[in-house]
């Protein structure tokens, strides 16, 4: 897995990438209440805002990692999105993208240095 400093994490899966938040986000951000997902084949740049998360206490967007296409998005999010804090790693995936570069990937955080960060 890969990691970004705005706590998103990143798993190859083929040619596409699934793309989530971090259990220290998900902690930081309280119980999530409402979740806004992308729609499919919307074309982001890295740093594009693409979903809004809310929480009882706040509002966060999470931003494209890397350039690519949205290929799948986690519905499972919108009937629960308290799966967010339940299992941020795994069930709680917020989308799937197609990477326009897969070596932008190379230059995202490995886990000791996300570890690092958030030390």
Known sequence: MKYTEDHEWLRVDGDVVVVGITEHASTQLGDVVFVELPETETKVASGDE???IESVKA???IVAPVDGEIVEVNDALSDNPGLVNEDPL????FFKMKVDDMSQIDALLDEDAYNDLIA
Do not use: L, M, N, Q
């Open 59 to 61: 509002a966060s967007d």
């Open 50 to 52: 693409i979903c809004v």
């Open 90 to 93: 795994g069930e709680a995936w």
